[in-house]
């Protein structure tokens, strides 16, 4: 049983406090990713897990233990570095080996399970090597393969991606996933890349300035963001977010536009409110050109002109002027268009969100 | 002519003038250190012939016979000073590697009160000359009665080269990424251990460096070894040489043999440490 647990956790440095009193539950084997903007107090929170960093208040349990004074060495725990810190004076098999060796593993279960890391990461080829001698994407297969090597009860990786090119990133994202699948441990996984979150994920912890805004699985957070934060921090391209009043049925935006008030929140505000309202670009479409989600009677039809066209092969970003801003829609099966055409466009608004302004809650009742 | 013979000839030339330039400064370099070789050969009549004699006429192997061959018979106490000068150098450079170890690896790798100060503190205790300080140097150790012990020079030693250690250490410690030490303390060490395992090999080539720094100052000092020992209980080498002082004459030939007898050790041992000193051992650690 490897469960994580964080009470009020906190970090201050000096006098600055980078994490507030966090609270958190992982399962066990669960896959949980820290996801928020650089320097939100990601790595803080890890580096706390870890032990490799004191913490200033608050308890954090492994395993129904608790850790807070544990050196790193007594929790049980692997971790995958950012910069992948292989040891650069030993080989590959050496790294793999290193914490055996520290343990005092007899050599023939050290080679054994060595060997076991190797087959599952395909680095037996490279095992003689030394780290200076590995391309990027190798790197990064052995610092997971030193960390699995160990079978510890939670894995903390910290941004393992992020000095990996586009197209090795997924590549490498997928063989994460499935060497989850393979060593069923629980994982903290830490990133900046929403992508990577939801694509990993069992439950997303969104961070911001050191606090937790909403913790859920990745279809959670997308369509049911609790902040207007985590609305325009989940999803790519981000959700069109707009302030607006709330005034008898409608919603009055700054520019002069107006929308009809989602019937989803008509208890939850009265006239006069201040709101910010959300869309998915996927919930914005050209008419025809977009899955309509919920009542038809919930799709409100404005003509506006096109101020951008980003085509991506199977889809067209349009990007549309309304309200003297511009909105990005995702047009499905696109038709050719140009900016200065003007096209009617769906405002799906069954799907629409609305946040307090002050607050940036959401106002979903 | 084309664009790429005379692009071809240019970087030939280039190439000619960059061996021409090379070869110049070694000879600057080396020269002195030719020349003493030669006069420790050579009879003092040419050494001191005017205009000077370049190539040798007589090559003779007698001042080191001389040197050898004890005190009385023209000889020095060769052995007790290069005994003396081992013992010191030695001792002195191991302390200081030590000490430079710890105080460069607090200063690379912690924060603390006073940090900047200190080390500026140290940098500045060697802006004073040793010759300035010889004579201070002199009264205490009077007092303290460590005139003519290899004691007072190890400590003098140990003191002038402390702060090079450590601001060297500090350097090479600096280059050995924080992860390293952290991912090893992941991976079952202490924080002891992953010293050991992980930073200090990694920092090792330049620890020798800094090693063979230390040791060659000691080494060669003068200055201060002039005044702080007295006789074979300590005196180093390069006091030795003047032995071969005399009121109104010196022995050139046998200083300059002298010499030679002291830098051997220092390339010998110069050459052992450095042949294992592999540059860019930390490549690989960190990212792509
Ligand atoms: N040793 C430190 N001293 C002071 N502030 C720090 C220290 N380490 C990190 N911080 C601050 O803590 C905040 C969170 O850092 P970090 O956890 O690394 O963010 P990220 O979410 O990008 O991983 C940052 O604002 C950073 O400046
Ligand atoms: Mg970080």
Redesign the interface.
Known sequence: MATVSLKKLTKRYGTMEIVHGIDLDVADREFIALVGPSGCGKSTTLRMIAGLEEISGGTIEIGGRVVNDLAPRARNISMVFQSYALYPHMTVRENLGFSLKIAGVTEDEKARRVAEASAILGLDALLERRPSQLSGGQRQRVAMGRAIVRDPDVFLFDEPLSNLDAKLRTQMRTEIKRLHAKVKSTVIYVTHDQVEAMTLADRIVIMREGHIEQVGTPDEVFKRPATRFVAGFIGSPPMNLHEATVADGKLAFAGGGSLPLPGAFKASVAAGDKVVFGLRPDDLYPVGHGLQSGDAADVHVVELPVAVTEPLGNETLVFAEFDGRDWVSRMLNPKPLKAGDRVAMSFDLSQAHLFCAETGKSLRA | MDANTSARIKRRAARVAHGVGLFLAMLVICLPGLWIVLSSLRPTVEIMAKPPVWIPQQISLDAYVAMFSGVGKGGIPVFDYFRNSLIISVTSTVIAIAIGMAGGYAFARYRFRGKSGLFLGLMLTRTVPGIALSLPLFFVYAKLDIIDTHFGLILAYVALNVPFTIWLIDGFFRQV?R??A??????????W?AFW??EF??AGPGIASSGIFAFLTSWNEFALASQLTRSINSKTLPVGLLDYTAEFTIDWRGMCALAVVMIVPALVLTFIVQKHLVG?????????
């Open positions: 990424p992860d390293l952290e991912a090893a303390q992941i991976d079952g060490c202490t924080r251990q395992q992980v090999p990694l860019g051992l930390t490549s690989g650690a960190v990212k792509g």
